[in-house]
């Protein structure tokens, strides 16, 4: 019999992070980069492993990911979005745990767009009086 495999999708700011999962030892790859190589600071790889850790699957489940878009800290959010949808459908009683830690809503922050005659989104020019 073949190895199940899970996908998901996970979505933060402007990055998509496509997630695959297997049963496995517990190795991530990032954009065919293990973790490690891919993300320099130790809280962006918390943030992944997060949902692994609430429901108490880490190292149980090998996960592939694609990301692109954003930066590192959206990406990040992304994938854990992902990982998350991912162990929904290994196991639907995994959901009240992720949900009561708030790892399957997306966040619908997303940066506001610039408006015409303005410096940014409201930032304005410097008014002078005279």
């Given amino acids: 019999m073949a190895d199940i495999e ?33 993300f320099p600071y130790e809280t962006m790889k918390m943030i992944i492993q997060q949902p692994l850790s609430v429901v108490a699957v880490t190292g149980k489940y090998d996960i592939n990911v694609r990301v692109k878009g954003g930066g590192f800290s959206g990406q990040a959010s992304a994938i854990r979005h992902g990982i998350s949808r991912a162990l ?32 940014g989104a409201r930032a304005r020019f410097q008014f002078s009086k005279r």
């Fill in 6 to 38: 899970y996908n998901a999708t996970g979505r933060r700011k402007s990055s998509i992070a496509q997630v695959f999962m297997k049963p496995g030892t517990g190795s991530i790859t990032v954009n065919k980069k293990s973790l490690n190589d891919y």
């Fill in 88 to 119: 929904l459908q290994v196991n639907s009683d995994f959901r009240t745990k992720l949900k009561k830690e708030g790892l399957l809503t997306r966040d619908p922050r997303v940066v506001e767009r610039k408006k015409y005659g303005l410096k």
